[in-house]
């Protein structure tokens, strides 16, 4: 279902549309993401604040946390309204699948593995800068598998050297996180209600809205 919005038309998406990569990427990716990283520190010995799984923070930390996640969410939402537009915005029945994914699950399961396990693990090995540039570069180049366009790698590189960095300063993964989540959420949520509300007048008139892409994950 469209809506028509100035002289754009703004695709609306369903709980259909979202289960309908959901369905096989929380089972598979999501569940990997997570389970890895837990099988190794169980089956390894390995204690899990040693990988950033700890919630050892002050109040100066969470102060700082927030602005970092404020930060990334302002950045993300800069990102796609000038670099990327949304193509659609979610209906009720979407936000009650998308916001419990992009605020808990997925950056939960990107940050256990990619700042937890993989950040730590090759810390021990080629030192932390090291680790940082690999693990963000992997991170960004990973999002290529649900076809993102490449300015979104860029994006996805340059996110993941924040959330290491963050991690690295920290100790901990859980400001990694949080400012995930709010970067996820902008990104793949607000965007698209934003588009809708305000952004559609400042586009080029005569130019179409893409159709929803049912295949991609996610179709933002």
Known sequence: MTTATGDSLIARRGWRDAWAWMRWDVPTRIVLLIGAPLVWITVAGIEP????????LDLRDWLLTA??????GLVSLAYRRWLWRPRAAPDRSALALELPFFAVLNPVAEEVFFRGAALYGLANLVGMPWAIAITSVVFGVHHALARFPVSFLVLGTLGGAMF??????FHSIIPAIVMHAA???AIFVMAGLMARRTWANDLPHGVPQSPVDRLAAPTP
């Not at 604040?49 to 050892?56: A, Y």
């Not at 602005?67 to 990334?72: E, P, Q, Y």
């Open 183 to 185: 970067a996820d959420l």
């Open 49 to 56: 604040w040693r990988i950033g799984l700890h919630l050892d």
């Open 67 to 72: 602005l970092l996640a404020i930060a990334a």
């Open 164 to 169: 290491g960095i963050a991690t690295a300063h």
